[in-house]
């Protein structure tokens, strides 16, 4: 089975500023993919950015960047020039692929971003 | 619709009494999955649909909850004799075709059970 670790319950960041959310994760597979999602106070959770485990390079979307150590089995989202509205839950997923059918995502506990003025 | 529509948004149902939780994906999406979020804590899966067939319901916690698809569109989550632990969120998300986890999810159904 899967597991995936946020140890950090809580963090903040000045708006404009660089800040890391961690994640680790434990996993038998090689094949597989990690996610960080968004939880706003709506609730609807909302996909940031996805890695391919096999792809060595870094996943990026605009100011969201991951830091992908596959034999450290860590995966880290890096948000630049945080803005008001990454105030959110951010959980990291991790899914292993099945063929012909989708698969359940498996999730972390989730942090509490908030972004200050 | 233009999103997962999910109803109601909020239930408070007393201990004892039956809830049905209501998923609407977006049309013409084959996969929907249930999944169940305790305050504080992350999503657990619940169980999932391909069209009409559920496929694994291995995350359902016990024989008082139970799911259906029967026209492979709009969804059921339904939970008997509710218990205070049954509090939680109640997610629905679908996706199209393999979208290798980039689900799109609705807004959930807050159950409080009192």
């Known amino acids: 089975a899967q597991t995936v670790t946020q140890s950090q319950p809580e963090m903040s960041v000045q708006e404009a500023e660089t800040v890391t959310l961690s994640c680790t994760y434990d996993?038998?597979?090689?094949?597989?993919?990690l996610f960080w999602y968004k939880q706003p106070p709506s609730r609807q959770m909302i996909l940031v950015i996805r890695?391919?485990?096999?792809?060595?390079q870094n996943a990026t979307e605009n100011r969201f960047s991951v830091n992908f150590q596959k034999a450290a089995k860590s995966f880290s989202l890096k948000i630049s020039d945080s803005q008001l509205g990454d105030t959110a839950m951010y959980f990291c997923?991790?899914?292993?692929?099945?063929?012909?059918?989708?698969?359940?995502?498996?999730f972390g506990k989730g942090i509490t971003l908030s972004v200050r003025p | 619709g233009a999103g997962v529509s999910q109803s109601p948004r909020y239930k408070v149902a007393k201990r004892g009494q039956d809830v049905a939780l209501r998923c609407d994906p977006i049309s013409g999406h084959v996969s929907l999955f249930w999944y169940q979020q305790a305050l504080g804590q992350g999503p657990e899966f619940l169980t999932y649909f391909q069209n009409e067939a559920q496929l694994d319901k291995s995350g359902l916690p016990s024989d008082r909850f139970f799911a259906e698809r029967p026209e492979g569109s709009v969804s059921t989550l339904k939970i008997q004799r509710t218990q205070q632990e049954d509090s939680a969120v109640y997610l629905c998300?679908?996706?199209?075709?393999?979208?290798?986890?980039?689900?799109?999810f609705g807004s959930g159904t807050r159950l409080t059970v009192v």
């Open positions: 996993t038998s597979e090689s094949n597989y993919y």
């Open positions: 997923a991790f899914m292993k692929p099945l063929f012909g059918a989708n698969s359940k995502l498996t």
């Open positions: 998300a679908s996706s199209q075709g393999q979208e290798q986890g980039g689900y799109t």
């Open positions: 890695q391919e485990a096999y792809k060595q």
